[in-house]
């Protein structure tokens, strides 16, 4: 099959695929302007979050563990040492991880309201370490990648581009497609030949790999979103399958009334390993003398993340919520939520993500690559397409493409109103003319 470069940077063993291939291929390339620096963005901060407990164990290492002595501190005196060091405006809560080697977390807002974490070795009370919670590594990592550190403005850019990635995995997997001579053998051996067209079969075959890999991640990063998790959120309050979790506070019990004090934190925590709990044990103290202890199992394992709502005076377990407790619909979101992050089933997740990671970097080099060489000198090398009209069944994939991705569907109309008012003048995003 010959290569040679046609009007508008095609080729003749793209053109095979006839007027609809071509259009097809419109779409994807202009897609892939908005959305392969993203997708390239998402696949490094990703993947390097993948691996944030192993970071964080190495960046603060000697902040998270402590040389075990015989008795520990009561944490009360733990959270007083803090308190003398940075000022307490808030006691948020205390993590125990039960592990003689580990010191005690605590967060608070610090004098400043700033929140915080604090670690403490809880042999000698020493404050190991005190940091404002959203300047620590991990966490910008993740507000970046989430929000390019830009707030709610910020994270409409990223989900956009999570809604129009799903467009052209769709439109790539039409494009890989084996046609003319081109056949299904091809498609799936690795890339071979040199220059443009290895860059472009890396490409493709990327593509289909990503695809499998990459497009679950895509879905199950959804909920986190505003605009798809919003209306996620929505459905499920009106349909009663939202998360019971006691986390954030709702029909929660209180504490009886009572002349004793507020139990110690040591027994909140023995109260947890009583209930068959799995450590670490992170709590939130009773905020007034009506409210109660909140604690749950932060272990990584879902099923494992059980929640207890603790009598501060009594120690009765007063509500107990297991996950298993969920919705059919909350517990798959949060299994999605485990997934995206490489913990739903251990290593085996982890590489998987991993994987996806280093194909995202692949695509999107590959991608632009594969474009610079094609494009004719001093012009966008936007490919040549058909300006019929869409047939019925294309345009009720759209609509509904545009219903299931919201962001997808307003940026498209965005897209269209801004090109007949003002690219189609300047002559942009138009394929080149030999």
């Known amino acids: ?24 291929w419109k779409w994807h390339f202009l897609a892939s302007l908005y959305v392969l620096p993203f997708m390239l963005m998402l696949s490094l901060t990703g993947g390097i979050y993948l691996f944030k407990p192993q970071i964080e164990n190495w960046l603060y290492a000697d902040a998270f563990y402590v040389t075990p ?37 605590i967060e608070f807002n610090d004098a400043d309201k700033v929140r915080s974490y604090a670690w403490v070795n809880p042999y000698s009370g020493e404050v190991l370490k005190i940091a404002a919670r959203d300047e620590m590594a991990m966490r910008l990592l993740r507000k970046f990648h989430g929000e390019l550190l830009l707030g709610k403005f910020g994270t409409k850019f990223v989900e956009a581009a999570a809604h129009w990635s799903v467009v052209m995995f769709i439109t790539g997997i039409f494009l890989w497609w084996p046609r003319g001579e081109r056949t299904l053998a091809k498609a799936v051996s690795l890339p071979k030949g040199k220059g443009r067209a290895w860059w472009r079969e890396t490409h493709l075959f990327t593509g289909l790999l990503a695809t499998v890999l990459i497009v679950p991640i895509l879905i199950t990063g959804l909920p986190w979103t505003d ?15 939202k ?51 909140w604690l749950r199992s932060a272990h990584v394992d879902r099923n494992q993340q059980t929640e207890l709502i603790i009598d501060q005076y009594s120690g009765a377990v007063l509500k107990r919520h297991d996950f298993g407790d969920n919705p059919g619909v909350a517990r798959a979101v949060s299994y999605g939520i485990s997934f995206h992050q490489g913990e739903l089933y251990g290593w085996l997740n982890l590489a998987q993500n991993v994987i996806a990671s280093l194909l995202g970097v692949v695509l999107s080099v590959s991608g632009f690559v594969a474009w610079w060489k094609r494009r004719p000198a001093g012009s ?27 962001l997808m569907g307003g940026t498209l109309i965005l897209a269209l109103v801004l090109d007949w008012l003002i690219f189609r003048r300047l002559g942009w995003f138009r394929a080149s003319r030999a």
């Not at 290569?3 to 095979?16: E, K, S």
């Not at 040591?266 to 009773?286: C, H, M, N, W």
């Not at 490919?383 to 069944?393: K, M, Q, R, T, V």
Request: aromatic letters at 6%; a neutral charge.
């Open 227 to 241: 605009v798809w998790g919003g209306g996620l959120s929505y459905v499920q309050e009106q349909t009663g399958t």
């Open 1 to 24: 099959m010959t290569d040679a470069t046609l009007p508008g940077g095609q080729t003749r063993a793209t053109t095979t695929g006839g007027l609809l291939y071509r259009l097809v």
């Open 380 to 406: 966008l090398g936007v490919p040549a397409a058909p300006e019929a009209a869409l047939s019925s069944g294309m345009i009720l994939l759209i609509i509904g493409l545009a219903i299931l991705f919201p």
């Open 69 to 105: 002595a015989e008795d520990a501190l009561p944490y009360e005196a733990q959270i007083d040492a803090v308190r003398a060091e940075a000022g307490i405006t808030r006691l948020r809560g205390v993590t125990n991880y039960d592990d003689p080697t580990r010191s005690t977390r």
């Open 243 to 293: 998360s019971k979790s006691l986390r954030f506070g709702g029909k929660t019990p209180g504490s009886t009334s009572s002349e004793g004090g507020t139990i110690a934190l040591s027994q909140v925590f023995e109260i947890a390993k009583a209930e068959g709990l799995v450590a670490p044990y992170e709590t939130r103290p009773p905020k007034n003398e009506k409210a109660a202890f």
